[in-house]
């Protein structure tokens, strides 16, 4: 089987398993679980922040950060292709009673500040203000799309002008800082807070993380507690978090596998596929006259796996379980069910 459905499809390494197995514990809800602090500090000095929080996935990272920056009934910025608005169930209305405001962040999924201006709402009478923008970072949607510090940079600081915070979604940020060749503080540097995953290319079974300032993490912390996500000996998921801080160098494979499948399959009559920046391939099948559901139906057969982005769009993820040689394998299959 070639699982090219997520990078989330990773097993943990022996180190990771160790490191469950032996981590020192304690309660985490009182912070004295030591390697959660570890992790936390460790994390929260990958990305250049104060402090850090380690909750159990990214949409609890983003829905905590969410509600931690806004009060109730104010409006939230957001890309109309983005992780919180499309993959979340809706989480800031349910969770946290928040109107969302989407812009259409084109190509490559980042406002520009011209568009955050507009997407604006003063607070008066009858409008509810405008209380964050969130951007994201590698673009899920968009294909993995690597967002330049540069970018990030304006679309925050038109936010800024206006008092309005903002929140990274940074599941893959680290996908994005290596395919830039830059250090992920870099991309973070603009924002107000950020949430990564350890669980997608780095490989961890479980766990995220959201940084911030140390009086934003202390507040999220309350908040985490609300959404019941206040975890006890957390070390034991928490020592393999650590391990999968180590892997970011790493992910480069990961992208060089992606550039190898997207090119094979890019070379096939009916496929057509753009090169990637990190780690996510979007396949559009229209000329193969398959939509995406029966083009990985047959793929399915072929011990082939991958996932419908839209009628016609197939997204293959690349990661540490799937090496070189399983993607030119991936690219025969393909060809073989076409
Ligand atoms: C995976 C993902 C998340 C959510 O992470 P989970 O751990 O699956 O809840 C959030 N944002 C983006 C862009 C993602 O790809």
Redo the contacts with the bound molecule.
């Keep these: 089987m070639i699982d090219l459905r997520s990078d989330?499809v990773t097993k943990p390494d022996e180190a990771m398993r160790e490191a469950a197995a032996t981590a020192p514990v304690g309660d985490d809800v009182y912070e004295e679980d030591p390697t959660v602090n570890e992790l936390e500090a460790e994390a929260a000095d990958l990305v250049g922040m104060e402090d850090a929080l380690f909750v159990p996935?990214?949409?609890m990272g983003?829905q905590v950060a969410v509600r931690t920056h806004t009060d109730r009934g104010q409006e939230v910025l957001s890309g109309r292709e983005s992780?919180v608005v499309k993959w979340e169930l809706g989480g800031m209305a349910q969770l946290s009673s928040l109107q969302v405001r989407t812009f259409d962040g084109g190509e490559r999924g980042v406002p520009t500040p011209e568009q955050v201006r507009e997407g604006y709402v003063a607070e008066d009478l009858h409008r509810p203000g405008t209380g964050l923008l969130t951007l994201?970072n590698t673009h899920?949607s968009k294909g993995g799309v690597a967002i330049t510090a540069e970018e990030i940079a304006a679309a925050a600081s038109a936010a800024h002008d206006l008092d309005v915070p903002v929140h990274l979604?940074g599941?893959?940020v680290f996908n994005a800082a290596v395919s830039l060749g830059v250090p992920a503080s870099d991309l973070t540097d603009p924002v107000d807070s950020v949430m990564f995953?350890l669980?997608?290319g780095l490989g961890a079974p479980v766990g995220?993380i959201l940084a911030g300032s140390a009086e934003f993490i202390e507040r999220a912390r309350r908040n985490r507690k609300l959404f019941g996500g206040g975890m006890r000996q957390a070390g034991i998921i928490a020592g393999p978090g650590l391990q999968a801080l180590g892997n970011v160098e790493r992910l480069a494979e990961d992208h060089e596998n992606a550039r190898t499948l997207a090119a094979g399959l890019d070379a096939l009559d009916g496929l057509s596929a753009a090169e990637p920046d990190t780690n996510i391939v979007l396949v559009d099948t229209t000329e193969s006259g398959l939509t995406a559901e029966a083009f990985l139906d047959r793929c399915g057969d072929e011990d082939v796996l991958g996932s419908a982005f839209g009628e016609y769009v197939v997204r293959f993820c690349t990661h540490w379980d799937v090496d070189e040689a399983a993607v030119e394998r991936a690219v025969e299959r393909v060809a073989s069910v076409l």
């Design positions: 989330t996935t990214g949409t983003n992780h994201e899920n979604d599941a893959r995953c669980s997608k995220s």
